[in-house]
């Protein structure tokens, strides 16, 4: 008998060192088998419970109960057992009062009962519960110590088991079941022998360990990706793998979070995956377009290199979509064609055609008409009319490099202020020119400067900036060819067109 109650301990020591692979709630149903010793409770004998207590255990006969048993879950905390089983009722027949045995009794036990299990707790490891129910038992004597004693033999009869216990999990969806309790019968007659002064039932207690078989968890998350084996079977994501459609977010976070499809890479088809969206470019990957330029997120992020977060990524007033599809120009860059004017304003404003410099062909680009006041879109004011003024002022010319305006330029300069002031109708355009020396690109900008040097003279001496355009014509319009210092100097000039509006 001490060996039994060892090998119990045992296996529940065993059991609670096991990992906690298992969910011991929501599990649905499940079914199992347990076995019990039992240890009667009668006249005779026994652990003291019912009289005639005795605990050398020199009366114990093999007497068990092997049950199976199918379970619902009513609740989180409340499942109900049906469970049947089968098994042997024995002893001695001892009475320890009067130290007399009267040999052994047997009865062959069969009980059906429905049990209502609780478990209170949400323990870490192991499940804590206590239990109690109700039904019937079929039992039948099969072996009398006493044979002259009036009792019912055979027949069915109430019984009402109740005990605690726990569970303690084996892998993911088996459980080791231990327990210790009760159950009383509605007879004085398992044992055989029904004595006149009894006062109790016939009833046993009991140890018991069982195996409990799972139904999946629903909530089971096995790859740990915040999705329940139900919801994963629902959106059609692999339970197994965190990851289904391998873009770097797991299946929960893209379908509770970021709401996009844990079975696509690219959940808006834009050419950028979920992960990329999420994580670096901070684009809605629910969207393809997310800034709603007409350009989808993939395009401008791989194809573009424009901003698929702001409309206008060069900020020129067109936006990237219509800058890639409608105009042709460069979504990167505010003025496609350098002629001074962003795309935007040639576009809206001005009309002009924003991939060339000079939309009408007139000789003067988009940007230089529109500062002077003449006409992009008509070629015929690109060079000014001439009028019959004074305007013949040579020798304004400029050292080597330079942009200053010289005393010999000054002297000559303060002969056209006066003509300049007496003839307010007169609008003057400057145009400023350098000999060969040095790039095209820099002589263009020493040219733009010299005529700028010369405006800002006149307009200091009290000429309208209004009346003043500049253009710089570089080295591309010499008065002499280049090919002495005399020449080049000649070349580094300033010449006056004027005209009136």
């Keep these: 008998m001490k060996k039994l109650i060892y090998l119990f301990v045992l296996l529940g020591l065993v059991a609670m060192t096991q990992p906690n692979y298992a969910q011991f709630k929501d599990w649905g149903t499940k079914f199992g088998l347990r076995y019990n010793q039992l240890f009667p409770e009668n006249e005779f004998a026994n652990l003291g419970f019912s009289g005639n207590d005795n605990t050398s255990f020199d009366w114990f006969k093999l007497s068990y109960l092997a049950e199976g048993f199918f379970a619902f879950e009513l609740s989180k905390s409340i499942e109900m057992q049906v469970t049947a089983g089968y098994g042997k009722y024995a002893g001695e027949a001892y009475f320890a009062d009067v130290n007399a045995s009267y040999g052994e009794y047997e009865s062959t036990i069969i009980p059906i009962h429905l049990r209502f299990r609780v478990s209170p707790f949400d323990v870490k490891g192991w499940n804590p519960y206590f239990y109690v129910g109700g039904g019937v038992m079929n039992y039948s004597v ?12 055979d027949g069915w009869v109430a019984i009402i088991p109740a005990g605690i216990g726990a569970e303690f999990a084996l892998s993911e969806r088996v459980l080791l079941d231990f327990a210790i309790g009760g159950a009383m019968s509605s007879t004085y007659d398992l044992d055989g022998y029904h004595g006149t002064t009894e006062d109790y039932w016939d009833s046993y207690l009991n140890a018991s360990l069982g195996l409990t078989f799972t139904g999946e968890n629903c909530k089971s998350d096995r790859d740990a990706d915040g999705l329940g084996k139900c919801d994963e079977e629902q959106i059609g994501t692999d339970p197994n793998n965190p990851d289904t459609d391998g873009d770097g977010l797991n299946d929960g976070e893209e379908f509770l979070n970021y709401k996009t499809n844990p079975l696509v890479v690219d959940t808006d088809g834009d050419g950028l995956s979920d992960y990329t969206e999420v994580m670096n470019t901070k684009t809605n990957p629910l969207v393809a377009d997310t800034d709603g330029d007409s350009l989808n997120d993939g395009d401008e992020v791989n194809n573009y290199k424009t901003d698929p977060l702001v409309v206008d990524t060069d900020k020129d007033g067109l936006g990237d979509g219509a800058e890639v599809n409608q105009y042709k120009t460069n979504p990167l860059m505010a003025d496609t064609d350098g002629d001074g004017l962003n795309d935007g304003e040639e576009v809206n404003k001005y ?18 008409e529109v500062r002077r006041g003449t006409n992009p879109l008509d070629p015929s004011d690109d060079v000014p009319k001439q009028v019959e003024i004074p305007l013949e002022f040579q020798g304004i010319t400029f050292d080597f490099d330079k942009s200053d305006i010289s005393p010999e330029a000054d002297a000559i300069l303060m002969q056209a202020v006066p003509v300049l002031l007496e003839h307010s109708v007169i609008y003057l355009e400057i145009a400023g020119h350098t000999d060969n020396i040095g790039t095209e690109a820099y002589n263009q900008k020493l040219s733009e400067r010299r005529a700028n040097a010369v405006k800002d003279y006149l307009v200091a001496k009290g000429v309208s900036a209004d009346r003043i355009s500049t253009i710089g014509y570089g080295e591309e319009k010499p008065k002499v060819d280049n090919s002495t210092p005399e020449n080049r100097q000649i070349n580094r000039r300033i010449e006056f067109t004027g005209s009136k509006k």
């Design 142 to 153: 099969d072996t009398k110590a006493i044979p002259a004693n009036n009792i019912e033999e």
């Design 351 to 368: 009309k002009t055609n924003p991939l060339v410099k000079d939309t009408d062909k007139g000789s003067i680009d988009d940007g230089t």
